[in-house]
């Protein structure tokens, strides 16, 4: 009885982190608050905050636009507005950041799904197995997504001055935290399920191995 809870509550937290992991990644695609600037420094033509597909100016300037455009209040990254200087607001590094975060909220959407159905036990029992070593490898997966990204962005916010201006007013705010958080849930996830398929594996290997005291029938000759 006691190995049976034990069975449930490896399986309990590795739901319980697979959500978390999904909740906070959905937060942080969706919010646009990866970086921002300070509030005492949010004077008149700054730049205000971004996130992943959505960029806030107060009356900025891009000091290569011969035009000398405004661009103020919040727009899509990919807008027709910030269309003059989306090779510099989108360079390719944050480029590969978007697209790894975006593989990485659909690992964790087809991983949530998965799980949900293994703990309640609606998926076929002789192949368990098989889709708790898919679920574990889908989150190993988006932890190395997930860790790669922030780490990138973390850099790149705090040393490329060719990039957002004046980067020592900036801070990574609580949509990159969100990021973060998502990561670390998403390698506690993995760890659970991975703990959950090697059980499942030893009790197969034990199961066909027999009792280990069986009494064998006697040879006939």
């Not at 100016?57 to 989306?86: A, M, Q």
């Not at 799904?113 to 889908?138: F, H, Q």
């Amino acid at each position: 009885m006691a190995l049976d809870r034990t069975k449930r509550l490896v399986a309990t937290f590795g739901l319980i982190f697979t959500i978390s992991a999904f909740i906070c990644i959905v937060v942080a695609f969706a919010t646009p608050h990866w970086l921002e600037r300070f509030p005492h420094k949010r004077m008149t033509r700054v730049f205000v905050r971004m996130g992943l597909w959505e960029a806030c100016f107060n009356n900025w300037t891009y000091y290569k636009d011969y035009l000398s455009k405004n661009y103020n209040g919040c727009w899509w990254i990919f807008h027709f507005e910030y269309r003059p200087v989306w090779p510099w607001l989108n360079p390719p590094w944050f480029l590969t950041i978007q697209i790894m975060m975006t593989l990485g909220l659909m690992l964790h959407m087809v991983t949530v799904v998965l799980n949900i159905l293994y703990y309640v036990r609606c998926l076929p029992k002789e192949k368990e197995k098989r889709y708790v070593m898919a679920t574990g490898v889908m989150m190993w997966l988006s932890f190395l997504l997930i860790g790669i990204s922030v780490t990138i962005f973390g850099i790149k916010a705090d040393v490329d001055r060719q990039w957002i201006p004046n980067p020592d007013s900036n801070f990574l705010s609580w949509s990159f935290g969100c990021a973060c958080l998502s990561g670390f849930f998403s390698v506690f996830s993995a760890l659970c399920l991975t703990v959950d398929h090697m059980r499942i594996t030893e009790e197969e290997e034990r199961a066909k191995r027999g009792p280990a005291y069986a009494v064998k029938p006697n040879p006939r000759f």
